[in-house]
């Protein structure tokens, strides 16, 4: 049995309530027994079945779930520093993706490097996000695009799953945009998905999540629809990449799919965001990827006032969103998307848990749930998104043991 004591104020985010409800608790204590949280209270309130337990002293900070990132695409072959720099010039990021660069230039890259090569970065990369405060990561394929690339990259997760004590949470992204082998063969690409690699990535159980990207530049409203149906069909839950540059029908089509999450929404119609809202559809922010292509930022503010759940995650990618610091992208959630700092809290822990299946473990402080949770070094949650620090991390906890 262990206990943190000495916490200044404790969030605890749990589900009930709206986007804005932490649940907040002043000089709290946490108890947990086997990595499981078993009391959470005032201090004063300890019962004293609980008076042996270890004592963590959290010198007067605040603690909060461990943070949790609903939409990375964690494993990936090279970088893309050149195009940071075009960008800043004027060039935009289709232009680029046309002239060569963008996606398929990280694909190009991820096919060259071995499974063991991929593995060591991501797991480099892995502990540094925890650093931030994460402690569950989704990660999608999606740079591989071939049968044996795309299972390359989910074996990477599988392996970061079973090597660290954070969740990870694999998603396949074979629907990330048209290989170049298949540029003029669209259908062809598609079988391939539909036929093939869905059906072994499901019976290799090496994803619990089919995600897309429905743009111009990649895949139609249609086609996407065929491709997450089959998914569906091997129980690979649907996800979406929607409305990143232009309103394309992507929320609507989520709603109609009963997907679990639309993310990106740049670009979201109010229609479509009504759907979404009936449906229950979680919109995920990633205010990253705007920051680093010069786009619009989504305007959560609309979102929750439409009735829309929305979760605030990374993107982290070589291409859009070159940058894993998730209190970096709740920050931003804040001051361009309008979300309050409670808010992008509660976005980016139990509504984020809740959009990769992880609600029965991760996203709050409360009896049952993991024990996740991170210490840092500020009065409340509205002074850390205010002060903006590079890190006021100070340490944290996954499943009741100090990880950093
Ligand atoms: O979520 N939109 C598509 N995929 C990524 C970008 C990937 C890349 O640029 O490499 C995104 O922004
Ligand atoms: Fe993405």
């Known amino acids: 049995m262990h206990v943190l004591k000495n916490i200044s104020i404790l969030y605890t985010c749990c589900y009930d309530g709206g986007q804005g409800d932490l649940y907040s608790i002043n000089d709290a204590a946490v108890v947990w027994h086997e990595g499981v949280i078993k009391w959470t209270g005032k201090e004063l309130d300890l019962p004293a079945e609980f008076n042996s337990a270890e004592v963590y002293d959290a010198n007067g900070a605040m603690v909060i779930p461990g943070l949790v990132d609903c939409h990375t695409h964690l494993c990936f072959g090279g970088w893309r520093p050149d195009e940071f720099e075009m960008r800043i010039r004027g060039e935009s990021y289709l232009n680029i993706a046309k002239a060569g660069g963008g996606i398929l230039s990280t694909v190009k890259k991820t096919r060259e490097a071995s499974v063991e090569k991929l593995y060591e970065k991501s797991a480099g990369l892995l502990q540094k996000i925890i650093r931030q405060g994460i402690t569950s990561v989704e990660c999608k394929s999606g740079y591989g695009l071939t049968l044996k690339d795309e299972i390359k990259l989910l074996k990477v997760y599988k392996l970061l799953q079973e090597n660290f004590s954070v969740n990870v949470v694999s998603t396949f992204l074979g629907a990330h945009t048209i290989p170049p082998e298949y540029l003029n063969n669209r259908e062809g690409y598609i079988r391939v998905l539909i036929d093939e690699i869905i059906p072994l990535v499901a019976e290799e159980k090496l994803a619990v999540f089919c995600d897309i990207f429905v743009e111009e530049s990649a895949f139609s409203v249609d086609e996407a629809r065929r491709i997450l149906e089959a998914g569906k069909k091997y129980g690979l839950k649907p996800k979406l990449h929607a409305d990143q540059l232009s309103d394309g029908g992507g929320a609507e089509l989520a709603a109609e ?34 920051l680093y292509t010069q786009q619009p930022y989504t305007n959560c503010r609309q979102m929750v006032d439409a009735g829309v759940k929305v979760a605030v995650a990374t993107d982290f990618n070589p291409g859009s969103a070159p940058c894993y610091h998730l209190p970096l992208a709740m920050m931003l959630a804040c001051n361009h998307g309008r979300l309050t700092p409670s808010e992008a809290l509660k976005g980016a822990t139990n509504y984020a848990a809740k959009a990769i299946g992880l609600e029965k473990k991760a996203g709050s402080i409360e009896a049952g ?23 006021s991390v100070r340490g944290v906890f996954v499943k009741g043991k100090q990880i950093h």
């Open 369 to 391: 749930k993991q024990a996740d949770f991170v210490l840092i070094d500020t009065a409340d949650v509205n002074f850390w998104m205010y002060h903006f620090g590079g890190s």
């Open 257 to 290: 799919l009963d997907a679990v999450s639309a993310d990106h929404l740049e670009h979201v119609s109010e229609k479509g965001l009504q759907k979404m809202a009936e449906k229950g559809v979680i919109g995920v922010t990633l205010p990253l990827a705007s």
